[in-house]
């Protein structure tokens, strides 16, 4: 038999590299081999006990059958409530849809506003998904440079560099996977202003909003004048309450939008699980500690970790400000030989940390920028130290 054709829209379709790395090195992890993964997107922590109760009692009361297809209604009270506490939005649960995870949430917002050749504006360094959910949507990928001058904060100026007649709409991800960097009040006021300028349709991604570092302020942009009309605000328990397992994401925006994302989910997916929902709710109104004490501990990684990194020659890094990862360059060892091999960006860096030094990191190929690296500090201080100690004694030979 010959081999079945696929269909255009998924044959050039990449998987994703993060997971691709990520499986190698579970891989060599389950062939007994020490490895010390610096790969992960998610949080080391375990669901917070009162949350995985909230889940088994649903369970028992029968919550186990389809609930609304956007999510159950309680659900939504509690995602309106919290918006409201954080970003001081009032969203109806009209305006809000529940779906698989966050992941899932953009990919419905981007089918329902992407429309074949439409421009869609992409900061670089991206999240590995933005680029190919846009593709899928048949729209045109228009990527951003963030100034280096800036340390990877996002401005009005880059992105009035690369717009055109065609673009649409814009993604913006403040915390930042994978930099970690936080766009401020007055550069996302900027921004605003833009998007409202040239009537631009805007995606929020603010996963991380909860693991802000520093005390500084992480606005949304749906706060801004004008925006919260064109703006869909994506969010999700995954990160903040160490749910990632669960697959609750939801978005916020006008109803329009909201009910279209909506129809779309109810000819695929349907509801999200129904004990997944009734625990995202228990994350979402009961205490709030849990967070504060991953963020703490998060802290002290970051801390510790950016100070081995600016402490290695060959490295350079800027404090990132939120979500879990260091965002590293690599570009002075670029031309440099390791135990043979000849080091040409962060791909051939990784792989030799990986073979050589039994320490995982990920290319920033994937992201867009092929000479930085990302690592996540999400893992205990103790296998921070022996990855960063393996790291630094190989780049020492
Ligand atoms: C920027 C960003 N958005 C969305 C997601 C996906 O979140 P979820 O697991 O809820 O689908 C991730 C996960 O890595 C992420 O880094």
Known sequence: MTKLALAERVAALAPSPTMALDAKTKALISQGLDVVNLTAGEPDFDTPAHIRQA?????????????????????????????????????????????????????????????????????????????????????????????????????ADDIRRVLTPETRGLI????????????????????????????????????????VYDGIDAPS???????????????????????????????????????????????????????????????????QEPVDEMRREFDRRRRYAVSRIQSIPGLEVHEPKGAFYLWVSMAALVGRTLRGRTIRNADDLALAWLEEANVSVVPGSGFGVPDHFRMSYATSLERLEVGLDRMEALLGE
Not at 238 to 266: C, D, E, F
């Open 55 to 155: 889940a088994q009692e649903a369970m028992n009361r029968g919550e186990t059958r389809y609930t609304p297809v956007g999510g159950t209604p309680r659900l939504k009270a509690a995602i309106c409530d919290r918006m409201r506490a954080e970003i001081g939005i009032e969203y109806r649960p009209e305006e809000v849809l529940v779906s698989v995870g966050a992941k899932h949430s953009l990919f419905n917002a981007m089918m329902a506003l992407i429309s074949p050749g439409d421009g869609v504006l992409l900061p670089v360094p991206y999240w590995v998904t933005y680029p190919e959910q846009i593709r899928l949507a048949g729209g045109t990928v228009q990527f951003v440079p963030i100034a280096p001058e800036h340390q990877n904060v996002l401005t």
């Open 172 to 211: 913006v991800n403040s915390p930042s996977n994978p930099s970690g960097a936080v766009i401020g009040r007055a550069q996302l006021q900027e921004i605003a202003a833009l998007a409202v300028e040239r009537d631009l349709w805007v995606i929020s991604d603010e996963i991380y909003a909860r693991l």
């Open 221 to 287: 942009i749906a706060q801004f004048e004008g925006m919260r009309d064109r703006t869909i605000v994506v969010n999700g328990v995954s990160k903040a309450y160490a749910m990632t397992g669960w697959r609750i994401g939801y978005a916020l925006g006008p109803q329009h939008v909201i009910q279209a994302m909506a129809n779309l989910q109810s000819q695929s997916t349907s509801n999200p699980t129904s004990v997944a929902q009734a625990a995202a709710e228990a994350a979402l109104t009961g205490p």
